[in-house]
């Protein structure tokens, strides 16, 4: 009895022994799976740091590039349409990839704040990473401020130039009408009328009028008829042909300034010096047969 008794009691041991064994290891185990689930996601956790750190580096990277492309010419030079809008182009796209990674850098320092990872290393590069920006930033400022001042340099040029421009025009029409003016003047100066018919003629237009039988005719006293007479250029005017035997000059000219002569017959006014002949009268009155 006593040795069933103690063999019994000894298994009793063994069996709550082993029980007590199992529950320890389950515990551990579940101790050590839950270290293991909370590393893998503070590893997922610090990688997604890294990796959005390296893409924010990259992304730099690039901004410096496009940047380093953008030339603008002095404002003494001209710029082509395409280049203005090649710049205009990558400055957007610079200016669109800064906020894009500023809005990542805010959102990792709100969610690092939140974390229980803790890392001054992380942190340091965190604010390393949004200095580069800071500092691209401000390239990109310079940039655009450079371009407008460019543009507005430009458009005081152009302004300047379309007021140079209205002022020739102004001046080019106003030296055009003063040469229309010089030459309606020059004109008028050296422009001469002649007239020759008979007595009849001459005074059925008023040309020649007579006070009475014996009173001495007048020539060119009033009312007479202006459209009867042929207007020349008196510079070029050397000779009149006459078409009649008999010529007389009724208006003043002076006696050397002309002559009289014939031509198959018939009388033909040459005058010798223009100046002189038309120097006291620009209308020339001719008595013909």
């Known amino acids: 009895m006593n040795t069933k008794l103690i ?16 529950n320890e290891y389950e515990h551990l185990k579940a101790q050590n799976d839950s270290l293991r689930m909370s590393k893998e996601k503070l590893q997922e ?46 400055l957007s796209y610079i200016n669109e990839m800064l906020q894009a990674n500023k809005n990542e850098l805010e959102k990792l320092k709100s969610k690092l704040k939140k974390s229980a990872f803790k ?10 990473l949004t200095k580069m920006l800071e500092e691209e930033s401000f390239k990109v400022v ?5 371009l407008a001042e460019k543009d507005s340099l430009i458009n005081q040029l152009g302004s300047t130039v379309d007021k140079l421009g209205k002022d020739v025009d102004e001046l080019s029409n106003d030296n055009k009408s003063k040469q229309e003016k010089i030459k309606e003047m020059d004109v008028s100066i050296h422009t001469a009328w002649y007239v020759f018919g008979t007595r009849k003629e001459l005074k059925d237009q008023k ?5 009475g039988l014996f009173s001495p005719q007048r020539v060119l006293q009033q009312d007479f008829n202006k459209n009867y007479f042929v207007r020349i250029d008196a ?7 006459l078409y ?23 009388f033909v006014l040459l005058i010798v010096d223009t100046n002189e002949f038309w120097s006291v009268s620009k209308y020339l009155v001719i008595e013909v047969d």
């Open 7 to 22: 063999t019994m009691v000894m298994l009793v041991c063994t069996f709550v022994s082993c029980g007590k064994r199992n």
């Open 45 to 90: 956790e610090v990688d997604g740091y890294f990796s959005a750190m390296n893409q924010i580096e990259q992304n730099i990277e690039k901004i410096k590039s496009t940047e380093n492309t953008i030339t603008i010419l002095p404002a003494g030079q001209d710029m082509d349409d395409d280049t203005r809008t090649k710049i205009n182009e990558d």
């Open 119 to 128: 890392s001054s290393e992380l942190e340091q590069s965190i604010e390393r």
């Open 142 to 146: 310079f940039l655009t401020e450079k």
């Open 207 to 211: 040309i020649v009028t007579s006070d």
């Open 235 to 241: 510079r070029n005017t050397k000779s009149i042909p």
């Open 244 to 266: 009649s035997t008999r010529a007389k000059i009724l208006t003043n000219h002076p006696k050397s300034s002309y002559t009289l002569e014939k031509d198959n017959g018939n």
